[in-house]
């Protein structure tokens, strides 16, 4: 968290221009900080733990038009704040946007790691920005949740409905809540954008490069993208009957060649949670949604 800080320190937009809100999801010891540097600086504590509950919490304690989420592994590049408050500006009708997110390992990963960049919220799409509309499936330029910087306005409908999709609650690792966001506001008629002059560096602790983390990563995550998917109706592939899972599990064991290095046990454990999500009975109300 203080590198995080650190870089929201270093920002080069001019302190009364924006606010700091923490938000302390229910800590122990609570969150404290000395925040003398940044007058109005805030933290809030939300007693609800998770993710979602916690951003939930941010948007409803902050005032500004224009909301950027860093998570406390996140350190922004100093002009960051500038940049977004730019193209929010030259671009009026973009309602969610991200840039690169580069990885600062705390010790040198092993060198199969790269095939699950994605899973850690690591992301460069190039150096061309692309701006992208609603097209009833995900956009691929879609931000993820480090650094995204949102336009209040193009949030009312994420914020009013009911969230059946909550990221990172305690023992879980199930994510999707910003995928929701951004559905959310494409649907809404606000389009999606990836600008490359947006850049931070993703904290990646030992622990998440190991296998145990990854495989109960990608698990998770898996079975939570296809309740995403149902939640919005544009979920590509068939409901399966959960009798069947064992038997498409040992399949997939045998067609990833699980046992035949790390890469391939980590993708096989993904396709399990997959299969989980699938088999599941996510009853969706859209009149409530």
Known sequence: MTKAIDG???QTIASADWELIIIDNNSSP??????????GARIIREATPGLTQARLAGFANSTGEIIVMVDDDNVLAANYLENVRLLFAENEKVGAAGGKSIPRFESAPPPWLSAFFDNLALRDLGENATVSSWKNAYPENA????????????????INKIHLIRDRTPGSLGSGGDNDMVIEIAKSGWEIGYFPV???????????TEVAYLSRLLNQSSRSWVLLLDSHDINPWPKIAPWTVPLRKIKAWI???AWQDK???IRWRGACG????????????????
């Open 8 to 10: 929201l320190k270093s």
């Open 30 to 39: 609570a969150v404290t900080f000395d925040l003398d540097w940044k007058p």
């Open 143 to 158: 931000p993820i949740g480090a650094g995204m910087a949102l336009r209040r306005v193009a949030l009312n409908t994420y």
């Open 198 to 208: 947006l850049l931070l560096e993703h904290l990646i602790p030992k622990n998440r």
């Open 255 to 257: 067609s990833y060649r």
């Open 263 to 265: 890469v391939q046990y």
């Open 274 to 289: 997959l299969y989980d999500g699938l088999a599941h009975k996510n009853k969706i109300d859209h009149s409530r949604v």
